[in-house]
Nanobody, 125 residues
Framework: QVLLVESGGGLVQAGGSLRLSCAAS????????MGWFRQAPGTERDFVAS????????TYTDSVKGRFVISRDNAKNTVYLQMNSLKPEDTAVYYC??????????????????WGQGTQVTVSS
């Protein structure tokens, strides 16, 4: 069993930055792929970024490339999402997820077995 707890969300003006954290407890996630997804009201939960177990391989959805950076600290069992140059369209609930069957980054939701409760990010114009 893996428990994921996100933090770091909030309200920020367009152009600002936020750093989300995802702390994992229970079964270790240090050897597994991790990802971030987001869901705006009335939409599906969409892929944002993913990172391999070692942190040396990452993938991003096109709309955040160059603005968001995913990273991890396996000693702390924590994954981060640094979000820069935020836009109003980035407003959503952001979810952390763990893909226990995979070591490399994954973009599809079905690859992930455990999910956090989400943290709200609101970007004002």
């Amino acid at each position: 069993q893996v428990l994921l707890v996100e933090s770091g969300g909030g309200l920020v003006q367009a152009g600002g930055s936020l750093r989300l954290s995802c702390a994992a407890s229970g079964r270790t996630v240090s050897s597994r792929a991790m990802g971030w997804f987001r869901q705006a009201p009335g939409t599906e939960r969409d892929f944002v970024a993913s990172i391999s177990w070692s942190g040396d391989s990452t993938t991003y959805t096109d709309s955040v490339k160059g603005r968001f950076v995913i990273s991890r600290d396996n000693a702390k069992n924590t994954v981060y999402l640094q979000m820069n140059s935020l836009k109003p369209e980035d407003t959503a609930v952001y979810y952390c997820a763990c893909a226990t069957r995979y070591m490399g980054p994954k973009e599809r939701k079905s690859a992930y077995d455990y999910w956090g409760q989400g943290t709200q990010v609101t970007v004002s114009s």
